[in-house]
C-alpha cells in the first residue's frame, strides 16, 4: 500500500489534542476521568493481542470524548487474539460486520478469540461478553478504528439535489462514528447525484450502496447511503446520510380484504371499503411517502410497509383513523369508513300454520292478526311457526320452540281463544302474531256468549258465568226488549214463554214500577242441559219486592216477606244459606266471621260446608257452616287434627304434651311407621310410644325422641342387646367372633 501524508488528517487530530488538552486543564475534568477508568476496566477484563497468543503484543482498549469504547489503528493485514486476564473468562466475542472470521479456542474453562481474514476498512463494534471470578457477566461494546491505506481516502465528497448547486464534504466533516450527514430542506427534492474526489481532484471510483449508478431518489427523512471504495482488493465503506424535509403523507394504503374508494391517492384524505357480514375484522398496510414518519392505525403504530393489527368491525359502519406524523410534528389523518354489511336479520316469519283450522286471512308475514274456526271435537292444536331467519328465536305463548317445529299442543276452551307467536330476532327486535281461535261450543252448552237490554243501566258486566244481573231503567221507560246470543248457536231461548233463536230480540216486556224479574231460559241442543240467567230489572225505584235478591247498585240485598231488607244476618234461599252484612249487601268469596265462628261463602255467596282448600291449606267446615278448629275431628272412620286457625296437620303434631304422626292426607297413623330411615311406634290412640313395648314376643326399646333402638344399648345400668329389627334378644348369642350369655350381662 502507498503511504501518504495528509496535512488535513494531521491539522485535525492536532485540534483534537488541543480541545482535550484544554479539557483537562479547566476545573471540570470528569469526562477524562470516566474514559481512564472505563478503559482500565476493559483492560484489566481482557488484552488484545497483535497476532496470535504468544507474540505478546498488546493494544490497549481506549475511550473517546464521548465516552465510548474505543481500539483505534488497526491493521487489516493483522490477526488478533483476544485473552481473559487473571480471574476472568471470556464468555463470547461478536461483530457487528461479517468482512472478517472469529474462531474460539477452548483451554480447560479458558476460552480464547482469534479475529482474522479481515478484507474490508470499515470501522465496525466488537462486543465482547466477560465473567469475572464472582460469576458476574460484563458486556462491552467496543468500537474498532484501522489504520486505513490512503488509496481508500477521498478528499471531497459532492452532493448534488436535482439541479440546484452542488455542496461539498471534506473527509473530516464526520461523526465520531464516521458518519457524512447532510440536510436537505427543500421537500420536494427527488434525486441526489453523489461524487468523490482525491487530492488531486481527480474522480475517485466508488459504487453508491453496491451499484454503479451515482445518483440515487430521494425519500423524506433518512436517506441512508454505502459508499464504497475498493483499492488492491480492500474496501472502505463510507456512509452518507441525507435528510430531506418529509411530508406527513402515505405512499400507499392497502386494506387487508376490499378495496378502497376512491382508488388510493396520497392528497385524498378520505375512503370507504365494503366487506360482507362473514368478515369479522380488518387490517391495512400503509406505506408513507418519508421513512422518518410515523403511523399510528387507529391509536396503534404500524411500522411502513408492514400490516396493521387486525381491527375488529361491527356491523355497520366503522370509522378507522390513520395518522402520519412525520419528524417536523406535521400530522395528515387518513379516515377509511369500513361498512361492514349487515347480517341478514327478521323478525318476521316466513310461514305459519295449525294442526287444525285455516288461518284467514291467508297468510303473510306482514300481517299480524289472524282467525280461525275449528269445530268442538279439537280440544287443542300444535302451531308450526317457520322464521324468515334462521337465527330469530320463536316463543308460542312464552314457550320457545325450533323454526318449523310443531309447539307443545295448546289446549282449547269452547269460544274464542289467544295464541301468540312472537319473533325476536338476534338484535332484540320482536313481532307477535295473534291467532284468535273459535273453538265451536258442545252440544250440551247452555251459555250465553252476551246478554243485555235495550234500556238501562247492566250491573255487573256480562259474563257467561254469571247467571244474576240488575238492570236500573228510569221511570219514564216502560218496557225493554232482551238481547242476547248463545254459546252454542244451535241453543234455545226461552223468555215468558217465548221460544227464540241466538241473536234475536225478545218482544217488548212491559215493567211494573220497582222490581220485574225476567228469566232467560237456555235449552242446550241436545236438550240435556238447561240454566237461567235472571234480570232484576228495576224501573225508578224497589218496592213491593217479597222474598227475592234485587241488584242494587251492583251489590246484591235479600228482600223478605215484608218487603223489607234484610241486615245483618243469614238467609236462606233456594235451600242456600246466604249471609247480608250491616247494609243489607250479600257476603261472597271469602271467609265470614259471625258470632265467634268462621264460616265461608263462594263467589255467589253460597255458605260451603265439608272440605275447602285455601291458599294451601285444608279446611273442613261441619253442615252449620262451622269451621273445625283447634280439636281432632273423626271423618268417615279417620282421626284428623285442625290447629287453631282450622288447617288441617300433617306429619308429627304435638297435642297436649303427645305427639302424633298424621300422614299427607291428613289421617292419624297407628302402630308401626318409618320416619326419615326410622321406626316408631304408635300407640291405638296415636300417641307416640316411647321406653318398653312388648308385643306379647317380643320386647322393643324406644328413646324418649320415640325412634326405636337397635344394636347395644345401656338401660337402667345395664346392657341389652337389640337385633336390627328392633328385637331385644336374650340366651346365648354368637356376636363379633364370640359367644355372650347375654343373660348374664
Request: proline residues 2%; hydrophobic residues 30%.
Amino acid at each position: 500500500m502507498r503511504a501518504k501524508f495528509n496535512f488535513k488528517r494531521v491539522f485535525a487530530y492536532l485540534l483534537i489534542f488541543a480541545m482535550t488538552f484544554s479539557f483537562v486543564q479547566m476545573g471540570q475534568a470528569n469526562p477524562v476521568k470516566a474514559a481512564t477508568s472505563g478503559s482500565k476496566e476493559v483492560n484489566d477484563s481482557f488484552k488484545f493481542i497483535i497476532g496470535d497468543a504468544s507474540s505478546g503484543t498488546t493494544k490497549d482498549v481506549d475511550m473517546d470524548y464521548s465516552g465510548d469504547l474505543v481500539l483505534r489503528s488497526v491493521t487489516l493485514s493483522q490477526t488478533y487474539t483476544i485473552m481473559p486476564q487473571a480471574g476472568y473468562n471470556i464468555e463470547s466475542v461478536k461483530s457487528s460486520s461479517d468482512k472478517m472470521k472469529i474462531t474460539k479456542a477452548v483451554s480447560g474453562t479458558t476460552n480464547t478469540f482469534t479475529i482474522g481474514t479481515i478484507k474490508d476498512y470499515s470501522n465496525f463494534k466488537l462486543t465482547v461478553k466477560v465473567k469475572n471470578s464472582s460469576g458476574e457477566i460484563n458486556t462491552y461494546d467496543i468500537r474498532v478504528e484501522f489504520n486505513i491505506d490512503s488509496s481508500l481516502e477521498f478528499n471531497k465528497l459532492r452532493i448534488t439535489v436535482d439541479n440546484d448547486d452542488p455542496v461539498t464534504l471534506t473527509y473530516t466533516q464526520c461523526d465520531s462514528e464516521g458518519i457524512y450527514y447532510y440536510e436537505e430542506s427543500n421537500p420536494e427534492a427527488k434525486k441526489a447525484k453523489i461524487e468523490m474526489f482525491d487530492d488531486s481532484n481527480n474522480a475517485m471510483s466508488f459504487k453508491v450502496n453496491g451499484g454503479t449508478n451515482k445518483t440515487v431518489n430521494l425519500v423524506g427523512g433518512d436517506n441512508t447511503i454505502e459508499l464504497t471504495v475498493t483499492s488492491a482488493g480492500y474496501s472502505k465503506v463510507y456512509t452518507l446520510v441525507i435528510t430531506k424535509k418529509g411530508v406527513a403523507k402515505l405512499k400507499s394504503l392497502v386494506p387487508s380484504t376490499g378495496s378502497l374508494s376512491p382508488s388510493f391517492n396520497s392528497d385524498t384524505t378520505e375512503y370507504t371499503v365494503t366487506v360482507p357480514t362473514t368478515q369479522e375484522t380488518i387490517a391495512f398496510t400503509p406505506t408513507a411517502v418519508d421513512n422518518s414518519s410515523t403511523i399510528k392505525v387507529k391509536k396503534i403504530t404500524v411500522a411502513s410497509g408492514k400490516k396493521s393489527q387486525d381491527i375488529k368491525l361491527n356491523e355497520g359502519e366503522n370509522e378507522i383513523p390513520i395518522v402520519v406524523t412525520n419528524k417536523d410534528g406535521d400530522v395528515t389523518t387518513y379516515k377509511v369508513t369500513v361498512t361492514r354489511t349487515e347480517k341478514f336479520r327478521s323478525a318476521n316469519l316466513k310461514s305459519l300454520k295449525l294442526t287444525s283450522g285455516t288461518l284467514s286471512p291467508t297468510f303473510n308475514k306482514g300481517v299480524y292478526q289472524y282467525t280461525t274456526i275449528v269445530e268442538n271435537t279439537v280440544s287443542s292444536v300444535g302451531v308450526t311457526p317457520v322464521a324468515e331467519d334462521a337465527n330469530a328465536t320463536i316463543e308460542v305463548n312464552g314457550k320457545e320452540i325450533p323454526s318449523g317445529a310443531t309447539s307443545p299442543y295448546i289446549n282449547l276452551d269452547e269460544g274464542g281463544n289467544v295464541i301468540n307467536v312472537t319473533v325476536t330476532d338476534s338484535k332484540g327486535n320482536d313481532n307477535t302474531y295473534v291467532i284468535m281461535i273459535t273453538r265451536k261450543y258442545s252440544k250440551n252448552n247452555v251459555n250465553l256468549s252476551s246478554l243485555s237490554v235495550t234500556d238501562g243501566t247492566f250491573s255487573p258486566k256480562f259474563d257467561p258465568e254469571i247467571y244474576a244481573y240488575s238492570v236500573k231503567v228510569p221511570r219514564n221507560i216502560e218496557e225493554v226488549r232482551i238481547k242476547f246470543e248463545t254459546q252454542n248457536e244451535k241453543s234455545k231461548v226461552t223468555i215468558n214463554g217465548v221460544e227464540y233463536k241466538s241473536g234475536q230480540q225478545s218482544d217488548k216486556i212491559k215493567l211494573d214500577l220497582g222490581a220485574n224479574t225476567v228469566v232467560v231460559k237456555v235449552v242446550s241442543e241436545d236438550n240435556k242441559s238447561t240454566v237461567n240467567y235472571t234480570l232484576s230489572i228495576i224501573r225508578d225505584k224497589v218496592q213491593g219486592t217479597l222474598n227475592e235478591w234485587v241488584l242494587v247498585g251492583g251489590e246484591w240485598m235479600y228482600y223478605d216477606g215484608d218487603g223489607i231488607p234484610a241486615k245483618n244476618r243469614w238467609v236462606k234461599y233456594d235451600n242456600q244459606w246466604y249471609h247480608v252484612d250491616v247494609n243489607g249487601y250479600m257476603n261472597k268469596d271469602g271467609w265470614l266471621f259471625d258470632g265467634g265462628k268462621w264460616y265461608y261463602l263462594d263467589p255467589n255467596g253460597i255458605m260451603l260446608y265439608g272440605w275447602i282448600k285455601d291458599t294451601g291449606f285444608w279446611y273442613y267446615l261441619r253442615e252449620s257452616g262451622e269451621m273445625v278448629e283447634d280439636s281432632w275431628t273423626m271423618l268417615d272412620g279417620n282421626w284428623y287434627f285442625f290447629n287453631q286457625y282450622g288447617q288441617m296437620q300433617t306429619g308429627w303434631t304435638l297435642y297436649k304434651g303427645k305427639w302424633y304422626y298424621l300422614d299427607d292426607h291428613g289421617v292419624m297413623q297407628k302402630g308401626w311407621i318409618t320416619y326419615d330411615k326410622n321406626k316408631y311406634y304408635l300407640d291405638d290412640d296415636g300417641t307416640m310410644r316411647t321406653g318398653w313395648l312388648y308385643n306379647g314376643k317380643v320386647w322393643y326399646y324406644f328413646e324418649s325422641s320415640g325412634r326405636m333402638v337397635t344394636g347395644w344399648q345401656t338401660i337402667g345400668n345395664r346392657s341389652y342387646y337389640f337385633d336390627s329389627k328392633g328385637a331385644m334378644k336374650t340366651g346365648m348369642l354368637f356376636l363379633d367372633g364370640r359367644w355372650i350369655n347375654l343373660d348374664s350381662l
